[in-house]
Each structure stands twice: as structure tokens, then as C-alpha cells.
């Protein structure tokens, strides 16, 4: 069955960029969406971005000015840059497929989670 | 776009049925029957149990069923079981193409 796995530094310094790695694997990537979702410590789930596999994408309003959701269907993988990161981007980071319903708006796989710490 | 809001916490004893709110906004749960809900279980990444406002993907008890009253969405678990004591989180289509969470609310089995 499908199976994601996200990648990720583990620690960034404030004002980096933060790159991460979803990776699907036992399916392909193609005809679906793809999320990140986020978690910051002891605090609740918070929508990130989203990617068709055609490349159209989608961004939270309050973080989109930092970010950049993209896709490689070749190796399988879609990524997610967030620019001059600071201490409220330390967080769990989760990549999702939506589901393939008319709405595509219910996450039903998600990769295990990276650990993220932005500090210096 | 604010977070959808869910009571911090309930709880229920085995057997009993408890009922979860997510309470939003026309622009988000009134709006769109796309409302899901997840159960999240310490250090693990949620599951789906709800989409599309009352619909179980395979695999989920019967026990959970989901509804929605104008911009008011809930989970209702009867028939609670220990192994249901855990975060559970609303999430609805925001329009623009846009997704919001509710904060979150932790189910307490008594």
C-alpha cells in the first residue's frame, strides 16, 4: 500500500530556509494531491500548503509569502521550502495524500512526521 | 483564516456516547460538506475517521459518525472504548482552495 516518508534537517537556523522531502513509495505519485500539515509542540494541526501532481498548488494565507510547494513525479517526491524561518516554525512536519473524492479535501495517508527545531 | 473551534477536552465512560463540536463560519464548515475529522494518538500522525461531513473511510467502527448543523460540525463516538481516549481534530475546505484545523480536542475514557 501507499506509504509516505518525509525528510527533513532536523535543525535550521533562524532566517534559513527550511527544505524538506516527502517521498512516496508503493503507488504513484500521479493523479492525486499532496499536503504538508504541521504540528508544533503540545499545539494542534495547522494546513501548510498543498500540490497536484500537475504542478498546481495551494498555500496557507499566513504563510504563503514563505513558501514554496513543488513536485518531481519522476523520482516520486514532492518538497516544501519555508523561507526566514523562526522559532514558531519549530514543529512536527507531516506530508499527506488527499483523498481521491470530489472534494480531494480528507487527508487518508500520512508519512510518520519530521522533527523540526529551528534554533541557532 | 482562524482556527475552527473545538472544546480543549471532553470525556465519557466505556459504553457512553460522547459528542465533539467543531464550530466554524460560513466561509468554512456552513459553507462546504467537506469536513473531516482525525484521531490522533500521542507521538503517532492522525488517521482519518470522518470526510465528506459523515462518511467512514474502510476500516472505522460504526461506532464514529459525523454530522453538521449550519457552521457547526461534530463527532459522535458511541459505545466509547478505552482505546478511543485520544486528540481528535476537525478539519474543513476554507474556499480558495484553502484547508483550516480545528484546535483540537483530547478525549478522556473515564
Known amino acids: 500500500q501507499v506509504q509516505l516518508q518525509e525528510s527533513g534537517p532536523g535543525l535550521v537556523k533562524p532566517s534559513e530556509t527550511l527544505s524538506l522531502i516527502c517521498t512516496v513509495s508503493?503507488?504513484?505519485?500521479?493523479?492525486?494531491?499532496w499536503s504538508w500539515i504541521r504540528q508544533p509542540p503540545g499545539k494542534g494541526l495547522e494546513w501548510v500548503a498543498f500540490i497536484y501532481y500537475s504542478g498546481r498548488t495551494s498555500y496557507n494565507p499566513s504563510l504563503k509569502s514563505r513558501l514554496t510547494i513543488s513536485i518531481d513525479t519522476s523520482v516520486n517526491q514532492f518538497f516544501l521550502n519555508v523561507r526566514s524561518v523562526t522559532a514558531a516554525d519549530t514543529a512536527i512536519y507531516y506530508c499527506?495524500?488527499?483523498?481521491?473524492?470530489?472534494?480531494?479535501?480528507?487527508?487518508?495517508?500520512w508519512g510518520p512526521g519530521t522533527v523540526v527545531t529551528v534554533s541557532s | 483564516q482562524s482556527a475552527l473551534t473545538q472544546p480543549r477536552s471532553v470525556s465519557g465512560s466505556p459504553g457512553q456516547s460522547v459528542t465533539i463540536s467543531c464550530t466554524g463560519s460560513s466561509s468554512d464548515v456552513g459553507g462546504y460538506n467537506y469536513v473531516s475529522w482525525y484521531q490522533q494518538h500521542p507521538g503517532k500522525a492522525p488517521k482519518l475517521i470522518i470526510y465528506d461531513v459523515d462518511k467512514r473511510p474502510s476500516g472505522v467502527p460504526d461506532r464514529f459518525s459525523g454530522s453538521k448543523s449550519a457552521n457547526t460540525a461534530s463527532l459522535t463516538i458511541s459505545g466509547l472504548q478505552v482505546e478511543d481516549e485520544s486528540d481528535y481534530y476537525c478539519?474543513?475546505?476554507?474556499?480558495?482552495?484553502?484547508?483550516?484545523f480545528g484546535g483540537g480536542t483530547q478525549l478522556t475514557v473515564l
Open positions: 508503493g503507488g504513484s505519485i500521479n493523479g492525486y494531491y
Open positions: 478539519c474543513s475546505y476554507a474556499g480558495r482552495s484553502t484547508r483550516v
Open positions: 499527506a495524500r488527499h483523498m481521491d473524492t470530489p472534494g480531494n479535501e480528507a487527508f487518508d495517508i
